[in-house]
Nanobody, 128 residues
Framework: QVQLVESGGGLVQAGGSLRLSCAIS????????MGWFRQAPGEEREFVAS????????YSADSVKGRFAISRDNAKNTVYLQMNSLKPEDTAVYYC?????????????????????WGQGTQVTVSS
């Protein structure tokens, strides 16, 4: 069973930065892409960014483009979400996710239903 554990959330002022980490463990053969999603209170879970397992394709939501970046350290089996120029509207619980759908590595997957494995989430709060 693939296990994902997020860390790095916290309270930050608007304009600040945070880096979220997602530690991956378990059998990763068959994982084709990693993603980050977020969910604010009363809102649906929304796509933030994704990267193919081999790192050759990356996607991000328009709302975070130019501010957030997904990356991966293969040696540490960890995926990161670097968040810069944070805004109060970025406040949410951020989730790391993994998918076994091969098409996600080529074309990107942006729906939470396409991801089978999820972390427990980490809270990010941006104050104005």
């Amino acid at each position: 069973q693939v296990q994902l554990v997020e860390s790095g959330g916290g309270l930050v002022q608007a304009g600040g930065s945070l880096r979220l980490s997602c530690a991956i463990s378990g059998p990763t053969l068959g994982i084709y892409a990693m993603g980050w999603f977020r969910q604010a209170p009363g809102e649906e879970r929304e796509f933030v960014a994704s990267q193919s397992w081999i790192g050759d394709s990356t996607y991000s939501a328009d709302s975070v483009k130019g501010r957030f970046a997904i990356s991966r350290d293969n040696a540490k089996n960890t995926v990161y979400l670097q968040m810069n120029s944070l805004k109060p509207e970025d406040t949410a619980v951020y989730y790391c996710a993994a998918t076994g759908f091969e098409h996600c590595s080529r074309y990107g997957c942006f729906r939470s239903s396409e991801y089978a494995y999820w972390g427990q989430g980490t809270q990010v709060t941006v104050s104005s």
